[in-house]
């Protein structure tokens, strides 16, 4: 029952930055992890980002070094800071929970997603 919104995304030209947020709703779950995604035109989904509970982070390559992923534990709220952003990053970015309740099995919930665009 965890929903997930996105924010921040938006039209930048090469080289700028951007940072997307995601924001759960509900109370009394905890996270395993969350972590954004994303998709480009005619291609599959692929994974951009991820934290841990413990704050271990996983970067795909071709974000490294660019990208920050963060959160706020307090709120449950990640954050991926994207710097000198290219036209290959234009995608639609989604965030990704997997979250559980006391005495429960993890869950898997995504948010709607939030286009980036960046222009040449």
């Known amino acids: 029952q965890v929903q997930l919104v996105e924010s921040g995304g938006g039209l930048v030209q090469a080289g700028g930055s951007l940072r997307l947020s995601c924001a759960p709703s509900?109370?009394?779950?905890?996270?395993?992890?969350m972590g954004w995604y994303r998709q480009a035109p005619g291609k599959q989904r692929e994974l951009v980002a991820e934290?841990?509970?413990?704050?271990?982070?996983n970067y795909a390559d071709s974000a490294k070094g660019r990208f920050t992923i963060s959160r706020d534990i307090a709120k449950n709220t990640v954050y991926l800071q994207m710097n000198s952003l290219k036209p290959e990053d234009t995608a639609v970015y989604y965030c990704?929970?997997?979250?559980?309740?006391?005495?429960?099995?993890?869950?898997?919930?995504w948010g709607q997603g939030t286009l980036v665009t960046v222009s040449s």
């Open positions: 934290i841990t509970r413990g704050g271990s982070t």
């Open positions: 990704k929970a997997n979250y559980f309740y006391s005495g429960s099995r993890p869950f898997d919930t």
């Open positions: 509900g109370s009394g779950f905890s996270i395993n992890a």
